[in-house]
């Protein structure tokens, strides 16, 4: 079975440009969930999809980000313009019901 | 502080030699998770242990849960050069379906 897969692996963009990350959950979990790692800090929590709803985006920053999950299958994750301080390493993790949360090996971003 | 704070942030041991990590959270969860993170790389579920449930083993790795005190350790035995990582605890607050990750724990193991 398939893991969490997330494209890429790695992002090197200059500030102002426009980045799309994309994660393919296990197929059949209902729940996705992108979080971000910035600067070593610790792991915080971006948003969570049920199937194509966005069930809880508290953790998004700020309006540069958007995510989708057009059909409740793969997700993307859009920084338009990216800052500096969006540098980061991005996790995407998929879970069925309450189980466990599997992630992906992360993307890892870097503004320049 | 953090929801999910781990002690200590770094940790220095000789292979062979046991490894503790501990963690605290503040709200009520409905269950605790332990990850590992190697340099550049994904997250690894290592153990998940439920809020009903005191202490759970797996392999070398040892998890114990006090929800009166909000608090939980891992412990691996036996450590190896391969363990030294990134840990993080995690927990998944009630009512929300999201993990709450800690600043994690940077455990180097010397061979």
């Known amino acids: 079975e398939a893991g969490v897969t997330q494209f890429p692996s790695h992002s090197v963009i200059e500030k102002g440009q426009t980045v799309t990350l994309r994660c393919d959950p296990i197929?059949?979990?209902?729940?996705l969930y992108w979080y971000r790692r910035v600067m070593g800090k610790e792991i915080k929590f971006l948003l969570h999809?049920?199937?194509?709803?966005?069930?809880?985006e508290s953790g998004m920053p700020n309006n540069r980000f958007l995510a989708e999950r057009t059909g409740g299958t793969y997700s993307t994750l859009k920084v338009q313009p990216a800052e500096l301080e969006d540098s980061g390493v991005y996790f995407c993790?998929?879970?069925?019901?309450?189980?466990?949360?599997?992630f992906g090996q992360g993307t890892r971003l870097t503004v320049v | 502080s953090q929801q999910g704070e781990e002690d200590p942030q770094a940790l220095s041991i000789q292979e062979g030699e046991n490894a503790t990590m501990n963690c605290s959270y503040k709200t009520s969860i409905n269950n605790l998770q332990w990850y590992r993170q190697n340099s550049g790389r994904g997250l690894v579920h290592l153990i998940l242990i439920r809020s009903n449930e005191r202490e759970k083993h797996s392999g070398r790795l040892r998890v114990t849960l006090d929800t009166s005190k909000k608090s939980s350790s891992l412990l691996i035995t036996a450590s190896r050069a391969a363990d030294t990582a990134s840990y993080f605890c995690a927990t998944d607050p009630a009512g929300r379906r999201a993990l709450t990750f800690g600043s994690g724990t940077r455990l180097q193991v010397q061979p």
């Open positions: 197929s059949g979990h209902d729940n």
């Open positions: 999809f049920v199937k194509e709803s966005k069930q809880d």
């Open positions: 993790a998929s879970s069925q019901g309450v189980g466990e949360a599997f």
